[in-house]
């Protein structure tokens, strides 16, 4: 797995998107990162929150994976770029036919 900086990840994450519209999906993922220890003496993980929420974004696509962090502050920024990158790669969906209830006569 990548890590990747934010604007690197989008411009990965564009790349992607564009090489699955043929065929295959891309699977992202978004999860708050807490770090995890080892105790020498006791043998056991620790969980540490960081005093600074940071949220791990993952994206797989086949055998390709790149991830990177946010921090609470650049969240906001962020959102509105990959937002933006998400309006512009699936625009290739297929929209769903819907189905007509016959009227009760």
């Known amino acids: 797995m ?7 990840f989008l411009e990965e994450l564009n790349i992607l998107f564009n090489t699955s519209q043929s065929s295959g999906s891309v699977r992202i993922t978004m999860k708050l990162l807490l770090l ?15 005093k600074e929420k940071v949220c791990l974004i993952r994206a797989t696509f086949k055998n390709k994976k ?4 946010i921090t609470a ?31 009760m006569s």
């Open 73 to 103: 502050d650049e969240v906001s920024s962020f959102q509105e770029e990959y937002c933006t990158l998400l309006k512009n790669s699936l625009s290739s969906l297929k929209k769903t036919k819907k189905l007509k209830k016959k009227a």
């Open 36 to 50: 995890s220890k080892k105790d020498p003496k006791d043998q056991k993980l620790k969980i540490e929150v960081p």
């Open 2 to 8: 990548v890590l990747l900086e934010k604007a690197k």
């Open 66 to 69: 790149l991830s990177t962090r």
